[in-house]
């Protein structure tokens, strides 16, 4: 293969929390090729999801652009058949865009109808793939209730299983995502009293595994004349039901986890949207140090399993020689509470929520200084896509989607470079879908929540004439005081600067995404040279009409 | 006809100002036809265009979407192929969407070839025609330089003046737009020393009898089982060229025509982007007396001619007996400065340039009430498509778009109602594709201004680091006066309340167009019924889990 062909290997795991590596820090979970990873390549150390919730944060990461863009606000919301992804650019680039598992997309089925776009058809399967040609779309939640399935895309996953034998009518939930007792019945995953148990499986059956042999089967088939490659290889794990397949069940105990970060402080006086988080049920169920000491094991679990398979994954890529010409990317849509803050799930805007693991490897010898390296700069979901276009494409092809991607390129990052960078990061939130919605007697167009990040403090403004919430990340790095409320001097700049970054941000052209920077500069006053010449009192200010109209008709139609 | 039939005839003129109108109270020029509809409709005294310039002030028009909504902010700028249009909403609704004349629409080539829609097929049209289904399309500007022509659009008027017998490569220049000499020497109307002159044209084949014809011709050809309809009749004139045909030239003269407001005030100490615009070549013509001698009275001309083939088309419609059955819009998609302000064109945020006429006809019997009624709420241009909407589909369908339209119906001020209603409007200018931008040393995507309209001030915010403007409207109704840098407790509240509401306007929820605010409440807390149930310690806490999931499974494989 030639030096030009470089490849992407986009990871995505699901709800795994920034600071559940241990090259982040964690100090009971060990995870070596995660860490290996991050000694070949950059560990951002500051890096945000753009939502804290699984469709709004993937949609912004494979558009590149922020939720209050793309619109696709939460779970469910469609994105609308005009947005562009990561997998339009890099295809015109001429990449190939490949999908191996989730991305939680809701495709625009009116607008595809309105459009005339065939669902079936190439086009169609794109425009509701987020743009990727699925090689495998899984989105690892076969979840079923009363009123029918939660995700509507088929799941190969569950074919798979039926197809070694696995026997039940949903074997994702029933195996899985589910241990038995003696009698085998389905202990399900997700009551959390059943998460030390071993899920009803064979480890290398189970997701991730199977994740990672259908990615070594889709690069065995590769051939040598095949375009480059941008495969977004994402799982479903650690994501809950929080249950983990022997051995990875009993590998972490109640004694492995980490106290919680949940103080009184934080339950007296809390912000009115907050508190209604904290009181909901998934909160109440974190509360419990039961729940704590058999579901956080088991997220460990799933996690240690995740980095065995990336070690599996890591020595198939060197083995075949594709390690000196694939960038690869390991990065998550969002963290997970685990109780931290009276919280569970990925609500709110603490760290543990919005806050996310972001290792990337650059093949280039133009990146061998900064092997090994953590960069502190505040980057974002949306950097990726801006990424991916300057790796494949180089700096023009960047600039001429400055129109449609608000991201920026981590390229500068990855040479060693110290380029001038965003004073600060942004999350959003949209509640609207939630039960608190209606509890706080929030409009639906009122019930959303925007976070701003800088080095000093996180800043959140919620819509609806609620107070903001502010954090101290320098003297409060477990954010755990609102100190919104205060007066002093330094917390009233606090607020004042981080409302007018907000206005900033607000303000931004974000929707003009048909034309570009540098067509509208090259386009600049081209409407006189096409005849529109306007304020002249002569014909001899333009004599450039004179030759282009005209200069005698027939016939006098006036006399 | 069924009394259910109602038809919708949304009447455009274009660069015609709010106050050429005798019913608008201009003093010399004598609009019977739409005065006479003004006393049978009402007619809306404080109407705002989204924007100054033709495109983006349709585009806003034809999606009811503000202009950073929908991105498309100056001529030529592509709507992207995921907004939606008038025409998509009441297609759906059982209208047909039609349109006669201009749209200013650029298609958005790309975004359609993307998503594989033929440019040739019904959706292909449609999408690149705003939605509409174009009976007549004529862009109304067959301008040609020596890069070529300024539309790339087909001109239809150019086609029937050559059937019928007019010679020249382009008579819609050359004869519509044009005078000649002695010698038969073309006289070009750009050229406003022209202005006075006839052109070259039997008056019954320049552009506005033409159209009306063509609207007849339409009328004609329709059966009483079709669908009802909504036509955009949508008229080039009185937009420049500033010529008129034999007897509208020589109907005004230099004394029929108002002194210019420009006053020494406004050029002392002038804001820098007015200045630019100020120091400018067209509004360089426009400082000239005889310039405005020549070209206001032929504007003037043109608007008596646009009243004239008014009438004929109301006669058409009473005859035909469709005059009890169809709503009936006169609008603009923006003024002209006419030397005002010292400028031309429709440069800046003056009422000369975003204040249109708009009168409404609703045939209704609801409506009897308030005919002949001036209506001083502050309405906007894309008030309309919320309207067209609710008059034909109910509230019903308004709401059911509220994640869409911004703007908001007119229906009850019809009705005499007294909605609570907002409490400025907006206009947005982006003067990116100007040579000013580059003069004043601005990035492509800080070339632009918001302007803020309430019954008391004019506020524009500037990005680019310059200082807002204000308007008096009470104390200074031809806005000479720019207090933006006064520092009395009146001014400085005035500009702190504006801010504010700019950053509401801002933080709208703009791009959630793919799901209602209805839908959201609907689908609030379904997914837990889908089988999500988070937070669970035991099953027991989510019985109907246990009945959706297996309850037993074949094997253990954990042994």
Same mark, same amino acid.
């Given at each position: &293969?030639?030096?030009?062909?470089?490849?992407?290997?986009?990871? &995505?795991? *699901?709800?795994?929390?920034?600071?559940?590596?241990?090259?982040?820090?964690? !100090?009971?979970?060990?995870?070596?090729?995660?860490?290996?990873?991050?000694?070949?390549?950059?560990?951002?150390?500051?890096?945000?999801?753009?939502?804290?919730?699984?469709?709004?944060?993937?949609?912004?990461?494979?558009?590149?652009?922020?939720?209050?863009?793309?619109?696709?606000?939460?779970?469910?919301?469609?994105?609308?058949?005009?947005?562009?992804?990561?997998?339009?650019?890099?295809?015109?680039?001429?990449?190939?865009?490949?999908?191996?598992?989730?991305?939680?997309?809701?495709?625009?089925?009116?607008?595809?109808?309105?459009?005339?776009?065939?669902?079936?058809?190439?086009?169609?399967?794109?425009?509701?793939?987020?743009?990727?040609?699925?090689?495998?779309?899984?989105?690892?939640?076969?979840?079923?209730?009363?009123?029918?399935?939660?995700?509507?895309?088929?799941?190969?996953?569950?074919?798979?299983?039926?197809?070694?034998?696995?026997?039940?009518?949903?074997?994702?939930?029933?195996?899985?995502?589910?241990?038995?007792?003696?009698?085998?019945?389905?202990?399900?995953?997700?009551?959390?009293?059943?998460?030390?148990?071993?899920?009803?499986?064979?480890?290398?059956?189970?997701?991730?595994?199977?994740?990672?042999?259908?990615?070594?089967?889709?690069?065995?088939?590769?051939?040598?004349?095949?375009?480059?490659?941008?495969?977004?290889?994402?799982?479903?794990?650690?994501?809950?039901?929080?249950?983990? !397949?022997?051995?990875?069940?009993? &590998?972490?105990?109640?004694?492995?986890?980490?106290?919680?970060?949940?103080?009184?402080?934080?339950?007296?006086?809390?912000?009115?949207?907050?508190?209604?988080?904290?009181?909901?049920?998934?909160?109440?169920?974190?509360?419990?140090?039961?729940?704590?000491? +058999?579901?956080?094991?088991?997220?460990?679990?799933?996690?240690?399993?995740?980095?065995?398979?990336?070690?599996?994954?890591? *020595?198939?890529?060197?083995?075949?020689? +594709?390690?000196?010409?694939? &960038?690869?990317?390991?990065?998550?849509?969002?963290?997970?509470?685990?109780? *931290?803050?009276?919280?569970?799930?990925? *609500?709110?805007?603490?760290?543990?929520?919005?806050?996310? !693991?972001?290792?990337?490897?650059?093949?280039?010898?133009?990146?061998?200084?900064?092997?090994?390296?953590?960069?502190?700069?505040?980057?974002?979901?949306?950097?990726?896509?801006?990424?991916?276009?300057?790796?494949?494409?180089?700096?023009?092809?960047?600039?001429?989607?400055?129109?449609?991607?608000?991201?920026?390129?981590?390229?500068?990052?990855?040479?060693?470079?110290?380029?001038?960078?965003?004073?600060?990061?942004?999350?959003?939130?949209?509640?609207?879908?939630?039960?608190?919605?209606?509890?706080?007697?929030?409009?639906?167009?009122?019930? +959303?929540?925007?976070?701003?990040?800088?080095?000093?403090?996180?800043?959140?403004?919620?819509?609806?004439?609620?107070?903001?919430?502010?954090?101290?990340?320098?003297?409060?790095?477990?954010?755990?005081?609102?100190?919104?409320?205060?007066?002093?001097?330094?917390?009233?700049?606090?607020?004042?600067?981080?409302?007018?970054?907000?206005?900033?941000?607000?303000?931004?052209?974000?929707?003009?995404?048909?034309?570009?920077?540098?067509?509208?500069?090259?386009?600049?006053?081209?409407?006189?040279?096409?005849?529109?010449?306007?304020?002249?009192?002569?014909?001899?200010?333009?004599?450039?009409?004179?030759?282009?109209?005209?200069?005698?008709?027939?016939?006098?139609?006036?006399?």
């Amino acid at each position: &293969m030639g030096k030009a062909k470089k490849n992407i290997l986009f990871i &995505m795991y *699901d709800q795994l929390r920034w600071d559940y590596l241990s090259c982040a820090g964690h !100090p009971h979970l060990d995870t070596p090729n995660f860490d290996w990873l991050a000694s070949q390549g950059v560990r951002f150390n500051q890096a945000f999801a753009q939502s804290a919730v699984c469709g709004a944060s993937r949609m912004s990461t494979y558009t590149g652009r922020y939720v209050s863009s793309h619109g696709a606000a939460w779970n469910g919301f469609p994105l609308k058949v005009g947005e562009l992804t990561i997998g339009d650019h890099l295809r015109k680039l001429g990449m190939d865009a490949v999908l191996l598992g989730k991305t939680h997309m809701r495709a625009d089925v009116e607008g595809m109808e309105r459009l005339g776009v065939d669902p079936d058809s190439v086009i169609g399967v794109r425009v509701a793939e987020c743009g990727f040609d699925p090689y495998i779309r899984d989105e690892g939640m076969e979840v079923v209730g009363p009123d029918g399935r939660y995700s509507d895309i088929r799941s190969p996953y569950n074919d798979y299983l039926w197809s070694i034998g696995y026997e039940s009518l949903n074997p994702w939930h029933d195996h899985a995502n589910s241990a038995v007792d003696d009698s085998l019945n389905v202990m399900s995953g997700f009551a959390m009293k059943n998460s030390a148990l071993p899920a009803n499986i064979i480890e290398k059956d189970s997701e991730t595994p199977w994740l990672t042999s259908e990615m070594i089967n889709w690069l065995e088939k590769r051939k040598p004349d095949d375009p480059p490659w941008c495969v977004h290889l994402s799982f479903i794990k650690p994501h809950w039901p929080y249950i983990a !397949p022997k051995p990875y069940n009993s &590998m972490y105990n109640g004694q492995d986890i980490i106290p919680p970060v949940a103080t009184e402080e934080e339950r007296r006086n809390s912000h009115p949207v907050y508190r209604q988080y904290q009181d909901g049920v998934i909160a109440e169920g974190w509360s419990k140090e039961e729940v704590r000491e +058999r579901a956080i094991p088991a997220y460990m679990g799933l996690i240690k399993q995740c980095d065995d398979q990336l070690g599996r994954l890591l *020595d198939y890529l060197r083995k075949s020689d +594709r390690l000196q010409n694939t &960038m690869i990317i390991l990065t998550s849509d969002h963290g997970d509470n685990l109780g *931290d803050h009276h919280l569970g799930e990925k *609500d709110m805007m603490h760290d543990s929520s919005i806050r996310v !693991p972001l290792i990337v490897y650059d093949p280039s010898p133009d990146a061998d200084k900064t092997r090994g390296l953590v960069c502190d700069a505040l980057v974002e979901g949306i950097d990726l896509a801006a990424t991916f276009v300057e790796f494949h494409g180089g700096e023009i092809a960047l600039k001429n989607l400055d129109h449609i991607l608000e991201g920026r390129s981590l390229m500068p990052w990855l040479k060693g470079q110290k380029p001038s960078w965003r004073e600060f990061a942004v999350s959003e939130y949209d509640y609207s879908m939630t039960p608190y919605r209606a509890q706080l007697g929030v409009s639906v167009k009122d019930a +959303r929540w925007t976070v701003l990040v800088d080095h000093r403090w996180k800043f959140t403004h919620f819509e609806g004439g609620f107070r903001p919430m502010l954090f101290d990340r320098i003297n409060d790095p477990e954010e755990t005081i609102d100190l919104a409320e205060g007066s002093t001097p330094e917390i009233i700049d606090a607020l004042e600067l981080m409302y007018r970054r907000l206005a900033s941000f607000r303000a931004r052209v974000c929707q003009r995404t048909t034309l570009s920077s540098d067509e509208i500069i090259s386009k600049t006053g081209a409407s006189r040279r096409r005849g529109v010449v306007l304020g002249m009192y002569d014909e001899g200010e333009a004599p450039e009409l004179l030759d282009a109209y005209g200069k005698a008709v027939k016939k006098n139609y006036t006399q």
